[in-house]
């Protein structure tokens, strides 16, 4: 092929699960920024190829039948007969045959078939280049399976789908074990001695904040799919980008469940680290603009005993609060819920809210029937479908003494896909300049454990540039990172049922808040979801508090000794036989009116106080005379 052509060969043959193959952009052409262009339509099982011609200078392609021409006719060629297309005039003609189908062919024929054959091996059977992508999670981990088998199912995907790729990523897994010291030295290890121009992962947020900062260090881009805590952010590591949605985002659909229940005060318990502290500031802020309390809150330790959890538990259900949201790691979440039905606290007249990394990983949770939970919403697409049977099927061969319920996409299941679906897109970006760049670093000033000395890795920006730019539609719909953060489309609301599943109650958006339906705007001030079956199989909203068992309740003194004539107005009766106190009349109802409307529980008795003078009744009162250990106390004066 000529040197000035710029037609390069390709195959139309289908492939068995995807779309045919499209010709990429080769490197360091004006089109290597752009977007991938779109899949065409399918088509059959047939093959082109272009070759200049020597003779008159043209750009020839033989052509089998069937095949959508890709020079420009537009148009199919449906006819049996081989053709050759002249891709600069775009005219075609059938090739000469000698009398009917069986001759043989004109010896121009052959001479362009051979040099068309001998023309191939050096154009468009090139070998791609390897592009070295670290991958750093805890293997025995739910996400670290997870990713385990959606990174390679991915990008076989991509590959297929683009068989004409001019860069291959290549993935070198390491296992970190969870642990922040060992993620670092597997991202040391990648970048100084592996050659690795970015690093997908690390799986948890601690570990991604310290990696993240040496990957800011080498100029190396740091992509993680699992790591929502808003601890780390690309704003305090330039290299960082978040391939997922951040735990931040989830708080205001919490807090519009809070004002659409009327619950005026909701309890946070989280994983006591970086995963759940760093979230609980943002959630109580939404909650208090939502008029919702945070009386207290229940942080656990990631390695708190089963009897810790539940003596907390137990606290927790003797106080007046029936309103949680849960947001802690699938591990402690078991022992919490495990905790809570022991001590009556899944039943009747509770809530409980799972944050969506629970959501996304209910099939390793299991929570009890009745809660609430909230997932960053996926369409549902045939694409989805047809990956999420491919994904539950390689998921069980890859693990096979996992349970059933774990072959459930969730949340880090899409990410990881399309996390791993924008690496390759942009390596596919990156020029010939850039890959032929020395992998690794460059220009270090110490060992490979230095870090102070690292080096710095020379197609790290443009790397960084291209995942940043990389526009395309995923699994979990458009990927379009805005700040170096995944953008937030939607929050879907379910509800956990007693098989597992999961019933869609409604979403939330920041624009139309929450709705039955998927962008558009509720009737109601509050927004609109389906009926929700609560703990206990109960259809009654809870009210989000009762009276508690255990508190100190507010004592109130009456006097005791009033005329007939004030009766009416206010009183107090003492049974002689049950020692129980009655208290009555128009000021006793604008009292316990009052309490009524209290967001919370006011537990409260009627104290009968001596006949006294109003001022020395509330001296004594004060002085504690009165009322024995009183801490707050009210007196009735009747006028």
């Known amino acids: 092929m000529s040197s000035s052509s710029s037609t390069v060969s390709m195959a139309c043959a289908s492939h068995p699960r995807t779309q045919p193959p499209l010709l990429l952009p080769r490197r360091g052409s004006a089109s290597s920024g752009s977007p991938l262009p779109a899949l065409p339509p399918f088509s059959s099982e047939v093959s082109t190829a272009c070759a200049s011609n020597p003779a008159s200078n043209q750009t020839l392609r033989v052509v089998s039948y069937n095949c959508h021409e890709s020079c420009g006719l537009g148009k199919k060629l449906s006819r049996p007969t081989p053709q050759i297309v002249d891709c600069s005039t775009q005219t075609e003609a059938p090739l000469s045959m000698a009398g009917d189908a069986r001759a043989g062919p004109s010896p121009s024929l052959l001479f362009l078939l051979v040099g068309l054959a001998a023309s191939l091996p050096a154009t468009s059977r090139a070998e791609p280049t390897d592009v070295n992508v670290g991958l750093i999670i805890d293997a025995a981990s739910p996400v670290g399976k997870i990713a385990t088998t959606t990174i390679p199912m991915a990008l076989d995907d991509f590959y297929a789908a683009f068989p004409n790729s001019t860069a291959r990523v290549k993935i070198l897994p390491h296992d970190s074990g969870g642990d922040v010291v060992a993620a670092a030295s597997s991202a040391l290890q990648l970048m100084t001695r592996q050659g690795a121009r970015a690093i997908l992962g690390p799986q948890s947020s601690v570990e991604s904040a310290f990696v993240a900062d040496l990957g800011t260090r080498a100029e190396v881009p740091v992509v993680s799919f699992s790591a929502t805590s808003p601890s780390v952010s690309p704003t305090t590591a330039r290299f960082f980008a978040r391939a997922a949605l951040s735990d931040a985002a989830q708080a205001g659909a919490i807090a519009a469940l809070a004002t659409y229940f009327v619950w005026r005060r909701v309890v946070p318990i989280y994983q006591d680290d970086d995963y759940g502290a760093a979230f609980v500031p943002f959630l109580v802020d939404a909650l208090t603009s939502a008029r919702a309390a945070?009386?207290?809150?229940?942080?656990?330790?990631?390695?708190?005993?089963?009897?810790a959890v539940a003596a907390a538990l137990y606290?927790?259900?003797?106080?007046q609060t029936r309103a949680f949201v849960l947001h802690t790691r699938p591990g402690l979440a078991e022992?919490?819920?495990?905790?809570?039905?022991?001590?009556?606290?899944?039943?009747?007249g509770y809530a409980w809210v799972i944050t969506d990394g629970l959501t996304g990983l209910h099939g390793f949770v299991k929570p009890p029937q009745g809660v609430i939970g909230i997932a960053a919403y996926v369409r549902d697409t045939p694409r989805m479908r047809d990956v999420e049977r491919r994904w539950a099927h390689r998921y069980m061969r890859e693990h096979p003494?996992?349970?059933?319920?774990?072959?459930e996409m969730g949340c880090y299941d899409v990410w990881a896909y399309d996390a791993a679906w924008a690496v390759a897109s942009a390596a596919e970006r990156l020029s010939s300049s850039d890959l032929s760049s020395p992998p690794g670093l460059v220009g270090g000033k110490g060992g490979p454990t230095d870090i102070s000395g690292l080096g710095k890795s020379m197609s790290g920006e443009n790397f960084l540039r291209a995942i940043n730019d990389t526009r395309f539609e995923g699994l979990g719909g458009r990927f379009n990172l805005i700040n170096d953060e995944l953008a937030v489309p939607a929050f879907e609301v379910v509800n956990i049922m007693n098989n597992g599943k999961e019933r869609s109650l409604g979403f939330w958006?920041?624009?139309?808040?929450?709705?039955?339906?998927?962008?558009?705007?509720?009737?109601?001030?509050?927004?609109?979801?389906?009926?929700?079956?609560?703990?206990?199989?109960?259809?009654?909203?809870?009210?989000?508090?009762?009276?508690p068992t255990v508190a100190r309740k507010l004592r109130v003194a009456v006097p005791g000794n009033v005329s007939d004539s004030y009766r009416p107005i206010v009183h107090l009766d003492v049974d002689p036989v049950t020692n129980q106190t009655t208290a009555g009349g128009f000021v006793i109802e604008v009292f316990e009116a009052a309490v009524r409307l209290l967001p919370y529980a006011l537990p409260?008795?009627?104290?009968?106080?001596?006949?006294?003078?109003?001022?020395?009744?509330?001296?004594?009162?004060?002085?504690?005379?009165?009322?024995?250990?009183?801490?707050?106390?009210?007196?009735?004066?009747?006028?």
């Not at 022992?335 to 009747?348: H, I, L, N, S, W």
Request: net charge neutral.
């Open 294 to 307: 945070v009386p207290y809150r229940c942080a656990f330790p990631a390695a708190a005993s089963d009897d």
């Open 509 to 547: 958006t920041q624009q139309y808040g929450l709705t039955r339906h998927i962008g558009r705007r509720s009737k109601a001030l509050n927004g609109e979801l389906k009926p929700v079956i609560w703990p206990g199989d109960s259809t009654v909203r809870p009210s989000g508090w009762v009276q």
């Open 401 to 407: 003494d996992a349970e059933r319920a774990h072959a």
């Open 604 to 639: 409260f008795e009627y104290v009968k106080a001596k006949s006294m003078p109003y001022d020395e009744l509330v001296k004594a009162v004060g002085n504690g005379i009165v009322l024995k250990s009183v801490i707050h106390s009210f007196c009735f004066k009747v006028y």
């Open 335 to 348: 022992r919490v819920f495990d905790a809570a039905a022991e001590a009556g606290m899944m039943g009747e």
């Open 315 to 319: 606290r927790m259900e003797s106080e």
